[in-house]
Every structure is written in structure tokens, then in C-alpha cells.
């Protein structure tokens, strides 16, 4: 996977304007958060690297911390995918790197197969009607 797919940036939505400054304060302290508050928008944007940190983990400090998110079913369901994009990008990371070569061979073979569908009919006949 792409270093650029495992930089990610999210922007998490907050139910009172008040409580955006403190919520950026708790991520002040952690290595590899970037965080800016935009408390006229009652927003929060975040800036992580995913094998480091996850959304998940942002999330659970908000809750703990008692800063309640938008409760928008949007912004919920918005949350949901992207919690869960995250957990399988981790997955297929955590993977090993499957090897080419069986792939390229079976194409190879593939290629040379005679397929059903083969037609015999001379290039020609088929463009008279």
C-alpha cells in the first residue's frame, strides 16, 4: 500500500462549538497527531499515520473524555465507514505480499488455452451482413 493511503486526515464534527478547544488539547500531547480546532464550525480536523494511530483510537479518547460528536445520522454513518475502510486498510497491511509470478504464469497459460468461444468464421464474413 501507497504511503499516501496510510497518511490520513479526517475532519470529525462536534455537538457543541465549547467543546473543541479541549478536544484538540488532548491530542496535543501524542506523538504523530496533528490537530487543528475550528470551533466556529464546531469542527476538528485530524492528521494521522495509519499504522500508529487509527480513528478508533481518536474516538474512544473523545469519548472518554466526555466530548460528544455530532449525533447526526450522517455524521454517524460517515464515521462508521470510515472506522471500518481503516480496520481492513490495517488488515491488508498486517498481510503478507502475495507473489506475481503464480499470476503471471496462470495468464500466460490462460492465454494459450483454446476457449469455447473460439470462432472460426474468417475475419471478413463477419463484417458482411
Not at 493511503?5 to 478547544?21: F, M, V, Y
Not at 500531547?29 to 470551533?39: E, I, M, N, R, Y
Not at 509470478?101 to 451482413?129: K, V
Amino acid at each position: 500500500m501507497p504511503d499516501s493511503e496510510c497518511c490520513k486526515s479526517r475532519t470529525l464534527h462536534l455537538a457543541r462549538a465549547q467543546d473543541t478547544e479541549p478536544a484538540a488539547r488532548l491530542f496535543h500531547p501524542l506523538p504523530g497527531f496533528t490537530v487543528l480546532a475550528l470551533p466556529s464550525h464546531r469542527r476538528l480536523l485530524i492528521s494521522y499515520t495509519l499504522p500508529e494511530h487509527t480513528l478508533a483510537e481518536a474516538l474512544q479518547r473523545l469519548q472518554l473524555a466526555g466530548i460528544a460528536l455530532d449525533p447526526h445520522p450522517w455524521s454517524r454513518w460517515h464515521l462508521v465507514l470510515q472506522t471500518y475502510s481503516e480496520s481492513v486498510q490495517l488488515h491488508n497491511l498486517a498481510a503478507p505480499v502475495s507473489s506475481d509470478r503464480r499470476r503471471e504464469a496462470f495468464s500466460t497459460l490462460y492465454q494459450r488455452h483454446t476457449h469455447g468461444d473460439h470462432d472460426d468464421t474468417p475475419e471478413e464474413w463477419r463484417q458482411y451482413r
